[in-house]
Protein backbone atom coordinates (compact mmCIF):
# COMPACT_ATOMS: atom_id res chain seq x y z
CA UNK A 1 0.00 0.00 0.00
CA UNK A 2 1.36 2.93 -0.97
CA UNK A 3 1.18 6.36 0.82
CA UNK A 4 -1.57 7.66 -1.93
CA UNK A 5 -3.79 4.87 -0.49
CA UNK A 6 -3.44 5.80 2.86
CA UNK A 7 -6.40 7.80 3.94
CA UNK A 8 -5.08 11.34 5.18
CA UNK A 9 -6.97 10.91 8.60
CA UNK A 10 -3.96 8.17 9.22
CA UNK A 11 -1.02 9.39 7.74
CA UNK A 12 0.55 10.27 10.83
CA UNK A 13 -0.37 6.53 12.23
CA UNK A 14 1.11 4.95 9.16
CA UNK A 15 4.40 7.18 9.81
CA UNK A 16 4.74 5.98 13.60
CA UNK A 17 3.82 2.21 12.74
CA UNK A 18 6.56 2.45 9.77
CA UNK A 19 8.84 4.21 12.79
CA UNK A 20 7.94 0.94 14.94
CA UNK A 21 8.54 -1.09 12.38
CA UNK A 22 12.15 0.09 11.23
CA UNK A 23 13.25 0.24 15.23
CA UNK A 24 11.50 -3.26 15.56
CA UNK A 25 13.74 -4.47 12.59
CA UNK A 26 17.10 -2.83 13.58
CA UNK A 27 16.66 -4.67 17.43
CA UNK A 28 16.15 -8.04 15.44
CA UNK A 29 19.40 -7.67 13.28
CA UNK A 30 21.04 -6.71 16.63
CA UNK A 31 19.43 -10.02 18.02
CA UNK A 32 20.77 -11.60 15.18
CA UNK A 33 24.14 -9.87 14.84
CA UNK A 34 24.67 -11.26 18.85
CA UNK A 35 23.47 -14.45 17.91
CA UNK A 36 25.87 -14.92 15.09
CA UNK A 37 28.69 -13.32 17.39
CA UNK A 38 28.16 -16.02 20.23
CA UNK A 39 27.83 -18.82 17.38
CA UNK A 40 31.30 -17.80 16.16
CA UNK A 41 32.96 -18.77 19.46
CA UNK A 42 30.73 -21.80 20.06
CA UNK A 43 32.10 -22.96 17.12
CA UNK A 44 35.69 -22.05 17.60
CA UNK A 45 35.63 -23.69 20.77
CA UNK A 46 34.02 -27.05 19.55
CA UNK A 47 36.74 -27.13 16.68
CA UNK A 48 39.73 -27.12 19.31
CA UNK A 49 37.80 -29.32 21.53
CA UNK A 50 38.09 -32.08 18.36
CA UNK A 51 41.49 -31.22 17.53
CA UNK A 52 42.34 -32.31 21.14
CA UNK A 53 39.83 -35.41 21.09
CA UNK A 54 41.46 -36.07 17.91
CA UNK A 55 45.19 -35.56 19.26
CA UNK A 56 44.08 -37.47 22.62
CA UNK A 57 42.87 -40.55 20.46
CA UNK A 58 45.84 -40.91 18.46
CA UNK A 59 43.21 -40.71 16.05
CA UNK A 60 44.02 -37.75 13.25
CA UNK A 61 42.10 -38.88 10.47
CA UNK A 62 38.59 -39.16 12.21
CA UNK A 63 39.40 -36.12 14.21
CA UNK A 64 40.68 -33.82 11.85
CA UNK A 65 37.21 -34.60 9.49
CA UNK A 66 35.12 -33.60 12.30
CA UNK A 67 37.44 -30.68 12.87
CA UNK A 68 36.83 -29.54 9.67
CA UNK A 69 33.16 -30.26 9.32
CA UNK A 70 33.45 -27.65 12.73
CA UNK A 71 35.40 -25.20 10.67
CA UNK A 72 32.97 -25.50 7.38
CA UNK A 73 30.29 -24.39 9.66
CA UNK A 74 32.14 -21.58 11.34
CA UNK A 75 32.40 -20.85 7.65
CA UNK A 76 28.78 -21.05 7.13
CA UNK A 77 28.48 -18.53 10.04
CA UNK A 78 30.85 -16.21 8.61
CA UNK A 79 29.36 -15.94 5.54
CA UNK A 80 26.03 -14.75 7.34
CA UNK A 81 27.99 -12.64 9.49
CA UNK A 82 29.43 -10.86 6.03
CA UNK A 83 25.94 -10.91 4.44
CA UNK A 84 24.33 -9.12 7.90
CA UNK A 85 27.14 -6.50 7.96
CA UNK A 86 26.34 -5.70 4.43
CA UNK A 87 22.66 -5.36 4.75
CA UNK A 88 23.50 -3.44 7.77
CA UNK A 89 24.95 -0.68 6.09
CA UNK A 90 22.81 -0.71 3.16
CA UNK A 91 22.99 -3.44 1.29
CA UNK A 92 20.59 -5.72 0.12
CA UNK A 93 20.56 -9.26 1.04
CA UNK A 94 22.13 -11.88 -1.84
CA UNK A 95 21.01 -14.57 -2.55
CA UNK A 96 24.07 -16.00 -3.40
CA UNK A 97 25.00 -15.54 0.12
CA UNK A 98 22.54 -18.41 1.05
CA UNK A 99 23.13 -21.01 -1.87
CA UNK A 100 26.87 -20.64 -0.26
CA UNK A 101 25.23 -21.30 2.98
CA UNK A 102 23.66 -24.57 2.20
CA UNK A 103 26.42 -25.63 -0.33
CA UNK A 104 29.06 -25.58 2.41
CA UNK A 105 26.65 -27.33 4.85
CA UNK A 106 26.01 -30.28 1.69
CA UNK A 107 30.02 -30.53 1.23
CA UNK A 108 30.52 -30.77 5.36
CA UNK A 109 27.62 -33.83 5.18
CA UNK A 110 29.96 -35.41 2.40
CA UNK A 111 33.09 -34.35 4.90
CA UNK A 112 31.98 -36.25 7.98
CA UNK A 113 29.92 -38.86 6.04
CA UNK A 114 32.62 -41.16 6.34
CA UNK A 115 33.54 -40.75 9.98
CA UNK A 116 29.83 -41.47 11.38
CA UNK A 117 28.38 -43.86 13.19
CA UNK A 118 26.33 -45.18 10.90
CA UNK A 119 27.07 -46.06 7.35
CA UNK A 120 25.42 -44.07 4.78
CA UNK A 121 23.28 -45.80 2.26
CA UNK A 122 24.41 -45.47 -1.27
CA UNK A 123 21.00 -43.70 -2.50
CA UNK A 124 22.15 -41.39 0.69
CA UNK A 125 24.92 -40.85 -0.61
CA UNK A 126 23.84 -40.24 -4.18
CA UNK A 127 21.15 -37.96 -2.64
CA UNK A 128 23.75 -35.60 -0.95
CA UNK A 129 26.63 -35.12 -4.07
CA UNK A 130 23.83 -34.61 -6.40
CA UNK A 131 22.15 -32.23 -4.30
CA UNK A 132 25.82 -30.42 -3.70
CA UNK A 133 26.44 -30.74 -7.42
CA UNK A 134 22.75 -29.05 -8.46
CA UNK A 135 23.22 -26.08 -5.37
CA UNK A 136 27.17 -25.66 -7.32
CA UNK A 137 25.46 -25.52 -10.57
CA UNK A 138 23.14 -22.70 -9.27
CA UNK A 139 25.74 -21.00 -7.75
CA UNK A 140 28.03 -20.70 -10.48
CA UNK A 141 24.79 -19.64 -12.61
CA UNK A 142 24.37 -17.21 -10.08
CA UNK A 143 27.72 -15.89 -10.27
CA UNK A 144 27.92 -15.72 -13.57
CA UNK A 145 24.44 -13.93 -14.05
CA UNK A 146 25.90 -11.05 -12.23
CA UNK A 147 29.28 -11.13 -14.54
CA UNK A 148 26.83 -10.84 -17.28
CA UNK A 149 25.09 -7.60 -15.54
CA UNK A 150 28.02 -5.64 -14.57
Not at 40 to 58: G, P
Not at 93 to 119: A, C, S, Y
Request: aromatic fraction near 12%; hydrophobic fraction near 55%; charge should be neutral.
Amino acid sequence: MSEEQVPKNFARINNFAIKAMQCLNGFAHVIIGLALAISVIMFTWLFFKDVYAAASAHNLVHGFLHALGTLMLLWSISALISAEIRYLQGSKLLVETFVEVVLVLFLRKLIVMPVQDVIPTTEEIVTWVGGAFVLGLIYVLIRWGQKQKD
